[in-house]
């Protein structure tokens, strides 16, 4: 691997990492709710985003980005969905449901499969339909074994492809820093005012046990924008077969936080489910490293330009 390749694994395996240990820091923040931490989290993370773009000196990409109606209708969009995304998992957390929560982005390259076909009328390979038929059977082992459907990990899965999907249709012309700070920027207004209510109704905790609780809500915006940037990093540098590996990681290391730290119970059944998940994920994963690589052989060498 070359040097850019090299650094590429490191940034991506940072992000996924910081990722996967996100059940420890949510759950440090149990005393504010899924919905204060969330409004915090729209606020700092705009102003770190302020702070970075002022660093890279990116002002002007912002500005080109909120200068198109269509671009920042489709991210507010997105932003709302991230919003949805955010509170669920938060709620999950700290709620006792940290592995119903990482089976959420278990099936996550599943249900953007899946998407794909319904939205964006894509065919499927042979391959892919044995993935998400295998999933689908999960789910019912899951919700056989849970006694209820897993909405958790339902809610997570389908907002985040959603979102991913909106960010598609944007394409690459929108760095993530602008692309975080107009989604972010759309719902600040929201935010502040979620922020003001709860404290004037007295269901606020930023003052509380000052100051940690605050320091706490403040470093959310750190938390979300640096594995967002390590990842837009890496995506510039590694291969998306890469990033498609890497990206287990994160829910691997959320179920360990889960059973080894938090001690959720995870009963036969639940491991079969589990189990199907992960053969599903197998089965796609191999399928589009075998055509990358067919695609790769396929594709005619670069003709010589003259001098």
Sequence with gaps: MNSPGRHGAVYGMGAYLLWGIFPLYFRLLERSGAVEVVLHRILWSLLVCAVVLTAVRQWSVLRATLASPR?????????????VNWGTYIYGVNSGH??????????????????????????LRPAQWVAVGLGTVAVVVLTVDYGRPPVIALTLAVTFGMYGLLKNRVGATVGALASLSTETLV??????????????????????DAPWQALLLMTTGVVTVVPLLFFAAAARRIPLSTMGLLQYITPVLQLLCGVLVFGERMPLSRWLGFGIVWAALAVMTVDSLRTARTRSRAAPAAEPVPA
């Design 71 to 83: 671009t920042v209708g489709v991210l507010g969009t997105a932003a709302v969905l991230l919003a």
């Design 98 to 123: 940290v592995v119903e929560a990482s089976l959420g982005y278990f099936i996550n390259p599943l249900v953007t499969v899946l998407l794909g076909v319904v939205v964006l009328k894509e065919r």
């Design 187 to 208: 719902l600040a207004p929201l935010a502040a005012v979620g922020i003001v209510v709860l404290e004037v109704r007295g269901q606020g905790h930023f003052g509380d």
